[in-house]
C-alpha cells in the first residue's frame, strides 16, 4: 500500500518541527504543499522532489499528493502549524476514499496557539477556544455567533487569520462583539511570524487592541477575566493556591 504522510511543520522554524516529522520528510520522496511552506522546509531536506500549488488549490494539491503516492512514491503534504488544526488533514480524508490504495497518516505539528502562547508567556493555562476570522470558508454570521459565545463564557480566545487586504477591519469588529461581554482593560497579546524571522510580540489591553494593525501573520490572544500582566507577558491564573 501506497504512503501518504500528512505532517504539520509547527510555525515554520526547523528547530521547532517535532523529530516525528522530521523523519516522515526524511522517508518522503516527494514533499507537497503551499509554495510559501515549502520554501520553509527546502533547504532541510535536499534532494527531495518538492511540487507546490498556490492558495485557493487545496483540493488540487490533495489531488496531486495522491496521484503521485499511486506511483509508489513515498509522498508528504505538508501544513504550517498543526495539519489537524485549520490544515488539510480533513480533506485529505475527503479526498482519500477515491484512492483506497494510498494509506494515510496524519503527524501533528506545533499549532499558532501553542506557538504564539509560549511567546508571551502563559495566556492558555485555563480553558481557551480557537476561532478563525476568515470567512472564506465560513459565513461572518456564524463567527459573529462563535465569538460572542465564547466572550460570554469568559474563554481566552485565540484568533487566528485576524485581518487581510479585504478584511483590514475584521479584528476591530471582532473586538468590539467581545467588548459586550469583556472588560475594555483585559489583557491581550499578539505575536507576528512566529517561530520566523522577524517574530515580534506585544502585551496591551482589549480597547488597545481593537485598533492594532496586524496581518495574516499574526496570531491574536485575548485574556479572560482572570488573565493578567506580570512583568510584560499575558498569564492566565488555573486556579492554584499560591504557596
Known sequence: MSKLYVVGIGPGAYEKMTMEACEALKNSDVIIGYTVYVDLVRDH??????????????????????????????????CSGDAGVYGMSGLMYEVGVNYPEVELEIIPGVTAATGGAAVLGAPLIHDFCVISLSDLLTPWEKIEA?????????????????????????????????????SPDTVCGIVGNIGREGEEARVMT????????????????????????????????RGYKNV
Open 45 to 78: 531536506f535536499p534532494g527531495k522532489e518538492f511540487l507546490t500549488t498556490p492558495m485557493k488549490k487545496e483540493v488540487d494539491r490533495c489531488v496531486l499528493a495522491f496521484e503521485e503516492a499511486k506511483k509508489g512514491k513515498t509522498v508528504a503534504m505538508i
Open 146 to 182: 462563535r465569538l460572542l459565545g465564547a466572550a460570554q463564557a469568559d474563554f481566552v480566545i485565540c484568533l487566528y487569520n485576524p485581518s487581510s487586504k479585504k478584511r483590514h477591519d475584521y479584528l476591530e469588529k471582532a473586538c468590539n462583539l467581545m467588548l459586550q461581554h469583556k
Open 206 to 237: 482589549l480597547e488597545e487592541l481593537k485598533t492594532t494593525q496586524v496581518d495574516m501573520f499574526t496570531t491574536v490572544f485575548i485574556g479572560n477575566s482572570q488573565t493578567k500582566n506580570i512583568g510584560g507577558k499575558m498569564v492566565t491564573p
